[in-house]
């Protein structure tokens, strides 16, 4: 007991003899000097913006400098504006805010998505992300794409080897710019580097989140969790909706446009801004997701790949997909040949002509994906005939992609590893 006493002595002698100590970016700031009086050094409150849900001192300002000369001077007028953004999406939570949005003069509205990089790209996240911003650059939004490669960590991707990530974020960068992505309307942030800018910020506005809802709510917004083995997944599952929500505060998007099956993350951002009075709260676009090619498929699986169209894929691999595909005569629900033509081919083509033999009817065109919808709704198309279409016009999209990389040797590079990574995961 002695002994103790005069260690714990000791150490106050110690402590009020130091000139000031800085004890850690986690506690807020506290420092302690020589005469035993704390100090608060740093202010811990989130403060944000007028009308915004940016938080101060993030990258909003960064990125608006970025896109300082970009304001809209098309000649759409609001509702055009507005309808074209909902057109993309499945489901836009409060599309009045929208209006607001986008009624600002001299106002950059800026539309986040992110992704964890993960190994091959499918069609969806290729040339439907491609779309999506240069068709969101049309209307004067501008794109941060958010390089999920923390979270690709936590969630154990390449056995959270972020070296690897890396490789695959940049492989994912020219895969978009292959595609024809607008390069000047996005700006593509790399997680681990912007939050090491400001680390404190960003860790207390991540802790501030978790603080804010209880473990129920949490692990309904964890895909991972939300499994019947959800128990067995690693306890930084529980991180992951906290930190997905900070990044949007920290970024300071107007417009979280990602897939349905991020809805409920983006939800609890907007809870979270009713909870602490933000001014204003981002703007949820959820955009429809495609489903697999193989029957009962409601999401594409990169585990499977009979189960997509991956960017990367031949075109002898895209027509083996496509004619295995799901696809009932005269359904239109669930099947997802008709939804890639929906989804997609319709958004680089005005009309589509689908090549049939004189006996079966010649060739038709189609001029919407209406009038392909109906004529194979009545069964005037065949099943057949509809997927040897498809597979013409994917290749179409997708023979840039093959040409990029076959001609960029630095892409090609990428590839390569990419596919090394891969091959070491089986």
């Known amino acids: ?79 055009e504006r507005v309808n074209t953004c ?66 690709a960590m936590l969630n154990n991707k390449f056995g959270g080897d972020l070296q690897k990530i890396r490789v695959v974020g940049e492989y994912f960068i020219h895969i978009w710019k292959a595609a024809g992505m607008d390069t000047n309307s996005v700006k593509f942030l790399w ?17 501030d989140i978790s603080r804010s809802f209880n473990i129920t709510r949490m692990k309904r917004c964890s895909q991972a969790l939300g499994r019947t083995e959800g128990d067995d997944q690693p306890a930084a599952q529980l991180l992951y909706p906290a930190i997905q929500c900070a990044d949007i505060f920290f970024i300071g998007a107007d417009l979280c446009q990602l897939g349905m099956d991020q809805r409920k993350i983006n939800v609890l951002a907007r809870e979270y801004c009713e909870i602490r009075k933000i001014p204003a709260s981002p703007i949820v676009l959820s955009h429809r997701m495609l489903p697999g090619l193989l029957e009962g498929q409601e999401k594409m699986s990169k585990s499977n790949p009979n189960s997509a169209v ?37 958004k680089r083509f005005s009309s589509v002509t689908i090549e049939r033999k004189e006996r079966d009817g010649g060739d038709v065109t189609f001029n919407s994906p209406k009038e392909l919808n109906d004529c194979f709704a009545n069964g005037s198309l065949h099943p057949a005939d509809l997927k040897n279409g498809l597979i013409k016009y994917l290749n179409l999209m997708l023979q840039p992609i093959r040409d990029y990389f076959e001609n960029n040797q630095e892409a090609k590079l990428l590839a390569l590893k990419v596919k090394q990574f891969q091959s070491e995961k089986k």
């Open 1 to 79: 007991m002695l002994l103790s006493i005069k260690n714990l002595c000791t150490s106050i002698y110690r402590l009020k003899n130091m000139s000031e100590r800085f004890l850690s970016p986690f506690h807020g700031g506290i420092a302690v000097n020589y005469s035993g009086n704390v100090t608060n050094i740093k202010n811990p409150k989130l403060e944000f913006y007028p009308e915004s849900c940016s938080v101060k001192h993030g990258l909003r300002k960064e990125i608006d400098n970025f896109f300082s000369k970009s304001c809209f001077r098309g000649n759409q007028s609001l509702e």
């Open 310 to 346: 991956f960017m990367d894929d031949s075109a002898e691999d895209v027509s083996s997909k496509i004619k295995k595909a799901f696809c009932p005569p005269g359904v239109l629900d669930g099947n997802p040949v008709i939804a890639y033509f929906n989804s997609i081919v319709f």
């Open 191 to 207: 997680a681990s580097d912007e939050v090491d800018k400001n680390p404190d910020l960003y860790w207390r506005l991540a802790m």
């Open 86 to 151: 909902l057109s993309m999406a499945e489901e836009c939570i409060k599309p009045e805010e929208l209006y607001t949005l986008l009624s600002k003069k001299d106002y950059v509205p800026l539309a986040y998505d992110g992704f964890e990089p993960s190994g091959r790209m499918h069609i969806a996240q290729g040339l439907c992300k491609v779309d999506t911003v240069n068709t969101m650059s049309k209307i004067g939004i501008k794109s941060v794409i958010w390089i999920a490669d923390w979270h």
